[in-house]
């Protein structure tokens, strides 16, 4: 007699371990590096309307809501480019032959490449 | 040593007589040498002999004793009672399968996922190298290329490990793919665009989030999830290539 049971998937499937806790923060960086773009797209606006509106902007983000705001977006920045970062080696894969380009060169490029970003930024910010 | 005693917490399903599976408690000899399915295969050899489940070579190459070991699915013979002891281990059929009998499952629909990516070397029409020839040459970097992806034993832990098969039952899932992928790179074969039409489908590579788990429990590093990756990469670049005046059909 064959009757196949197929059980339920449970709702908290994400909470049953480390590893997908880690996935769901991740996915949900994406929510946060995407409400900063937005801030960001604001702050080009204000400053496209002048240097009184922009002073004004930058004023309000003194704000203690928006302190911590930025606190938790930066957080959930470094876990979304360190994650995402650390993932890259399976997505490239760069061959010389047989031998595989080690994954450490392949993450580490990303690491190399964003602080190269940073650093041009702050020079171009310093200006 | 040889009075020790440990416990295995089965998950029991008797279609026949049970609406729905529940745990079985099962005390076992416990040994340093023993791996779980040594443990399972005594409790059929002395205690209960209705116990069904899946096992054979017992040295992890068939692939066939994948189970539920903590909730992590794992091959029974390469895991030690000694990880656990004296801890009860909890021991359920592979999860998002339906459940068949106590630890067996039902994988006919693997078994049409892993067909439909068609895992054998195809050769255009008229293009097979004729006998005489010998046989078709493959450097070693051509073999590296693939190698990897083909070390699946098609035992189904990925399966089990990926949450996204427990919640969209038509994804086509990490071991079929990977073995497309094994098929694509392999400079034997020809046949990579008749397996993008299910590869590149939204059930197949779009369906991944790249949990990542499949690559983690893969007993065989395999790993699945790049496999994956790489194909949404290449599939990415075939659809731009295909906006390109000049590739236009």
Redesign the interface.
């Known amino acids: 007699?064959?009757?196949?049971?197929?059980?339920p998937?449970p709702r908290d499937?994400?909470n049953?371990?480390s590893?997908?806790r880690l996935?769901m923060l991740r996915?949900l960086s994406s929510v946060f590096v995407a409400l900063f773009a937005l801030e960001l797209l604001c702050f080009v606006s204000q400053v496209g309307q002048g240097e009184e509106a922009m002073n004004q902007f930058i004023k309000s983000l003194g704000n203690p809501f928006l302190l911590v705001f930025h606190a938790v977006v930066l957080a959930f920045a470094l876990l979304h480019s360190i994650t995402w970062f650390n993932?890259t080696p399976?997505?490239?894969?760069i061959?010389r032959?047989?031998?595989?380009l080690p994954d450490v060169l392949v993450a580490g490029s990303n690491y190399v490449a964003c602080l190269g970003v940073s650093v041009l930024l702050w020079w171009i910010v310093k200006g | 040593m040889p009075d020790e005693k440990t416990t295995l917490e089965i998950l029991r399903?008797h279609?026949?007589t049970?609406e729905?599976?529940r745990f079985q408690s099962f005390e076992v000899p416990y040994r340093d040498d023993w791996v779980i399915l040594d443990a399972i295969n005594w409790i059929k050899e002395n205690v209960d002999g209705t116990l069904t489940y899946r096992w054979s070579c017992r040295m992890g190459v068939c692939g066939s004793c994948g189970m539920m070991i903590n909730?992590?699915p794992r091959l029974t013979c390469a895991v030690f009672l000694n990880e656990f002891y004296p801890e009860p281990i909890r021991i359920e059929p592979l999860?998002?399968f339906?459940?068949?009998r106590d630890l067996v499952t039902?994988m006919d629909s693997f078994m049409e996922k892993l067909q439909s990516v068609k895992p054998w070397l195809i050769r255009n029409e008229g293009e097979e190298q004729p006998l005489e020839e010998g046989e078709y040459l493959q450097s070693?970097?051509e073999?590296?290329?693939y190698k990897q992806f083909s070390m699946c034993i098609n035992c189904m832990l990925c399966y089990a490990a990926c949450?996204v098969t427990?919640?969209e039952s038509e994804f086509v899932g990490p071991a079929a793919i990977a073995l497309g992928m094994r098929y694509n790179r392999d400079s034997r074969d020809q046949g990579r665009e008749q397996r993008q039409e299910v590869i590149a489908s939204d059930d197949a590579i779009w369906k991944c989030?790249?949990?990542?788990?499949c690559?983690?429990v893969c007993p065989k590093n395999v790993?699945p999830?790049?496999a994956i990756?790489?194909a949404?990469?290449e599939s990415t670049i075939d659809w731009y290539t295909s906006l390109l005046p000049w590739t236009k059909k």
């Not at chain 2, 989030?209 to 788990?213: D, I, K, L, M, S």
């Open positions: 007699m064959s009757k196949p049971y197929t059980r998937m499937w994400w049953k371990n590893a997908f996935f996915e993932l399976k997505v490239m894969v061959r032959g047989e031998e595989r | 399903y279609p026949e049970d729905e599976p909730g992590t999860a998002y339906p459940i068949e039902v070693p970097a073999l590296a290329s949450p427990g919640l989030t790249f949990v990542g788990e690559s983690a790993d999830a790049g990756q790489q949404k990469v």
